[in-house]
């Protein structure tokens, strides 16, 4: 799980990794055998019976500095991703963050473009709120709304979906699945661990080989309940 791939020099929330970094961590990936996928791609391969040489990359928000930074370092080393993204805020910025800075959103164009590279594109809701506290309304339309909005624009039908915040109930994986998604993911979901839940691993910038070795560990253990995922 990726977010912002630029200037870290103000990171509060420690969202960003440097350019020079996320090219290490994704040659530590490939010096592994392994290669990274969007996350359908890596769901349609594990229902094959195959996949173990996959690794799913996300990247929420849908920051501008994907397009700059993060699609080249992809390119490079011969991986993909999926890019949940914000079709209620095209050009805006993460105002969802109090503490800033104040990032640039991807573009209508920008989305264009990253999915004409061969990156999926899923929804990250329609503005990013929590859907676990949203009212019917609101449910409906960062789910289902954005995922029509999104499907639109990319040319593709999005089938996608990730959670704000990592927050999810089974209220807001019944609202994604009755939009149409065929998956979605979440942080550490726990007992809703399964398609519409699936646990992530955040990288930061001080993720190197070591840690990365062991928050692979990690994870086998936290997605031993989404067995078939």
């Known amino acids: ?30 010096r592994r055998g392994l ?8 769901l349609a391969a594990r229902a094959r019976g195959g996949g173990g040489d996959l690794v799913g990359l996300t990247f929420d928000d849908g920051y501008a500095d994907f397009v700059e930074h993060a699609l080249p370092c992809l390119r490079r080393h011969g991986c993909g991703a999926t890019l949940f993204v ?3 805020r095209l050009g805006g910025v993460n105002s969802w963050d109090p503490l800033g800075p104040r990032k640039p959103l991807l573009t209508a164009d920008g989305i264009r473009r990253a999915a004409a590279e061969g990156v999926e594109i899923g929804s990250h809701g329609l503005t990013h709120v929590d859907l676990t506290t949203a009212d019917d309304t609101t449910l409906t339309a960062e789910t289902a709304e954005s995922r029509a909005l999104l499907s639109e624009l990319a040319g593709a039908p999005v089938t996608g979906f990730c959670y704000p915040y990592g927050t999810v109930d089974a209220r807001a994986a019944d609202a994604v699945r009755a939009a149409g998604y065929t998956y979605a993911c979440a942080i550490d979901p726990g007992p809703l661990t ?4 699936l646990p992530r691993v955040h990288v930061g910038q001080n993720d190197t080989p070591v840690r990365l070795l062991l928050k692979t560990r990690l994870h086998r253990l936290r997605r031993r309940a989404a067995a078939g995922v």
Do not use: C, F, K, N
């Open 1 to 30: 799980m990726y977010h912002s791939v630029g200037d870290r020099s103000d990171d509060p929330y420690r969202i960003t990794v440097t350019p020079d970094r996320l090219d290490a961590q994704l040659g530590w990936l490939r």
């Open 35 to 42: 290669r990274g996928v969007p996350v359908g791609e890596l």
């Open 86 to 88: 914000l079709p209620g």
């Open 194 to 197: 399964g398609p519409y839940a």
